[in-house]
């Protein structure tokens, strides 16, 4: 997939394309594939050893490559650029940093990456099954459909294929709706392998998600079908195995005896009795945002081939940590967006701390985060960095006052960051889960 690079915000994605491009002019194009291995370090922002790589490559000082890279790099506008020993150490600008979060939060995508060659998608994958709907069922479906709304967003067409084929029971029928309604999610077109008249005929990539033992069924299914010509050779078709959902104090026989109706039921109940202990404010609605996204939430943070371990004790209670500080975070946000937000205006974002530098660059990573979880068809990758987003929020609430008379300068820019982190966690958790409060 082609990706517009200049509407990114990302400095890592910004960095990545000038080194590619210092790498090409200095040692040809045929170098520029080379990897860069361009990672966050403890002494600056971010670091790479490609010097070391080329230099192995064409036998020679990895230093001296690095000086080559380095005299060619075209970066003094975004970054302070130094080379400690063979690696090369790249501090971002805080000027630019802060013209880039104002770009952000003027986009309504928060100057997320958009497709240069939008692509038609099929996603594939098998919904909770009707006619016992235990909870085994829930995390393909949810995988899939987290997925599709992370291309989505990043401009592509999607077609979702989902159901079993018990669907075509009416009783089954209705306990599908109102298991949709509940979790808010649509139905695809029925039938995950059928064939429908709403299937395109084209299509430029076919992604399946599926349990872990179809995985090898599907792989050979895919390989028939190239064979016969109904999967063209260029069409690249993923296909995932996604681990088994086991709820905890169920040891015995899984998730396959806990319905996913009063799965949810429960996580919304803990949800409306946690809302209420922490006084957050009106309970209505929000404990189904909070309760059934946390169950979603805890199924896409495990890597999908990974088996996940569902404890309600644990996702929805005092002393849980994933996803409630998402949560908590959005919630301090927003109360504190509500005070005074006419005064995040146009100004300069400056940086009086550490905190606040730091939390500014975790959220110009978002598009990056997205369009990877898309590529990658990992969701995990998007929830772990809102949970960091949620952390480094938590650490600048608790180092950064807003209000008062010593920090009138920095008002307008602590804001600023408070308005960003809740647009990125709300955009973040309308991609990832489909139950949002109000």
Same mark, same amino acid.
């Given at each position: 997939?082609?990706?517009?690079?200049?509407?990114?915000?990302?400095?890592?994605?910004?960095?990545?394309?000038?080194?590619?491009?210092?790498?090409?002019?200095?040692?040809?194009?045929?170098?520029?594939?080379?990897?860069? @291995? =361009?990672?966050?370090?403890?002494?600056?922002?971010?670091?790479?050893?490609?010097? #070391? @790589?080329?230099?192995?490559?064409?036998?020679?000082?990895?230093?001296?490559?690095?000086?080559?890279?380095?005299?060619?790099? @075209?970066?003094?506008?975004?970054?302070? *650029?130094?080379?400690?020993?063979?690696?090369?150490?790249?501090?971002?600008?805080?000027?630019?940093?802060?013209?880039?979060?104002?770009? %952000?939060?003027?986009?309504?995508?928060?100057?997320?990456?958009?497709?240069?060659?939008? $692509?038609?998608?099929?996603?594939?994958?098998?919904?909770?099954?009707?006619?016992?709907?235990?909870?085994?069922?829930?995390?393909?479906?949810? !995988?899939?459909?987290?997925?599709?709304?992370?291309?989505?967003?990043?401009?592509?067409?999607?077609?979702?294929?989902?159901?079993?084929?018990?669907?075509?029971?009416?009783?089954?029928?209705?306990?599908?709706?109102?298991?949709?309604?509940?979790?808010?999610?649509?139905?695809? !077109?029925?039938?995950?392998?059928?064939?429908?008249?709403?299937?395109?005929? #084209?299509?430029?990539?076919?992604?399946?998600?599926?349990? %872990?033992?179809?995985?090898?069924?599907?792989?050979?299914?895919?390989?028939?079908?190239?064979?016969?010509?109904?999967?063209?050779?260029?069409?690249?078709?993923?296909? *995932?195995?996604?681990?088994?959902?086991?709820?905890?104090?169920?040891?015995?026989?899984?998730?396959?005896?806990?319905? !996913?109706?009063?799965?949810?039921?429960?996580? *919304?109940?803990?949800?409306?009795?946690?809302?209420?202990?922490?006084?957050?404010?009106?309970?209505?609605?929000?404990?189904?945002? #909070?309760? !059934?996204? +946390?169950?979603?939430?805890?199924?896409?943070? *495990?890597?999908?081939?990974?088996?996940?371990?569902?404890?309600?004790?644990?996702?929805?209670?005092?002393?849980?940590?994933?996803?409630?500080?998402?949560?908590?975070?959005?919630?301090?946000?927003?109360?504190?967006? %509500? #005070?005074?937000?006419?005064?995040?205006? %146009?100004?300069?974002?400056?940086?009086?701390?550490?905190?606040?530098?730091?939390?500014?660059?975790? =959220?110009?990573?978002?598009?990056?985060?997205? $369009?990877?979880?898309?590529?990658?068809?990992?969701?995990?990758? =998007?929830?772990?960095?809102?949970?960091?987003?949620a952390a480094y929020y938590s650490a600048? @609430?608790? +180092?950064?006052?807003?209000f008062g008379p010593t920090v009138w +300068?920095?008002?307008?820019?602590?804001?600023?960051?408070?308005?960003?982190?809740?647009?990125?966690?709300?955009?973040?958790?309308?991609?990832?889960?489909?139950?949002?409060?109000?």
């Amino acid at each position: 997939m082609t990706y517009h690079c200049s509407s990114t915000v990302d400095p890592r994605s910004v960095l990545e394309k000038r080194l590619r491009e210092a790498v090409g002019a200095v040692f040809g194009d045929e170098c520029a594939a080379t990897g860069l @291995d =361009l990672h966050e370090s403890t002494s600056a922002d971010f670091e790479s050893d490609v010097a #070391v @790589d080329l230099a192995a490559a064409r036998h020679g000082d990895p230093r001296r490559l690095a000086e080559r890279l380095v005299a060619e790099l @075209d970066a003094a506008d975004l970054a302070q *650029v130094e080379i400690n020993g063979s690696s090369i150490r790249f501090t971002i600008h805080d000027t630019w940093i802060g013209q880039a979060l104002r770009e %952000a939060l003027a986009s309504p995508r928060l100057a997320a990456p958009k497709a240069g060659d939008p $692509q038609m998608v099929v996603i594939a994958y098998p919904g909770p099954d009707p006619e016992h709907r235990h909870a085994g069922h829930l995390r393909p479906m949810l !995988v899939g459909d987290a997925v599709g709304r992370c291309l989505e967003f990043l401009g592509h067409r999607v077609v979702t294929l989902s159901g079993d084929p018990e669907t075509r029971d009416l009783r089954a029928k209705d306990a599908l709706t109102e298991l949709n309604w509940r979790l808010g999610t649509e139905p695809g !077109v029925s039938g995950i392998f059928g064939t429908s008249s709403a299937l395109p005929e #084209v299509a430029d990539r076919f992604v399946c998600v599926v349990p %872990a033992e179809w995985e090898r069924h599907v792989e050979m299914l895919c390989e028939a079908a190239r064979r016969v010509g109904w999967l063209c050779e260029g069409v690249p078709a993923d296909h *995932v195995g996604i681990g088994e959902v086991r709820i905890a104090g169920d040891e015995l026989s899984g998730s396959e005896s806990v319905e !996913v109706k009063d799965l949810l039921d429960d996580a *919304v109940r803990r949800a409306g009795t946690l809302w209420a202990w922490l006084a957050l404010g009106p309970t209505e609605g929000t404990a189904k945002a #909070v309760g !059934v996204g +946390a169950v979603e939430l805890a199924c896409l943070a *495990v890597a999908p081939d990974r088996g996940c371990v569902l404890d309600l004790n644990w996702i929805v209670g005092p002393r849980g940590t994933n996803p409630l500080p998402l949560y908590a975070a959005e919630i301090r946000t927003r109360f504190m967006e %509500a #005070v005074r937000l006419v005064n995040a205006g %146009a100004g300069p974002v400056l940086f009086g701390n550490l905190e606040e530098r730091a939390l500014a660059l975790r =959220l110009l990573g978002f598009g990056a985060a997205v $369009q990877e979880a898309a590529e990658s068809v990992d969701p995990r990758v =998007l929830t772990d960095h809102l949970r960091e987003v949620a952390a480094y929020y938590s650490a600048f @609430d608790k +180092a950064c006052s807003v209000f008062g008379p010593t920090v009138w +300068a920095t008002e307008e820019s602590r804001l600023a960051l408070r308005a960003a982190t809740l647009r990125t966690l709300e955009t973040g958790l309308a991609l990832l889960t489909s139950v949002h409060s109000d």
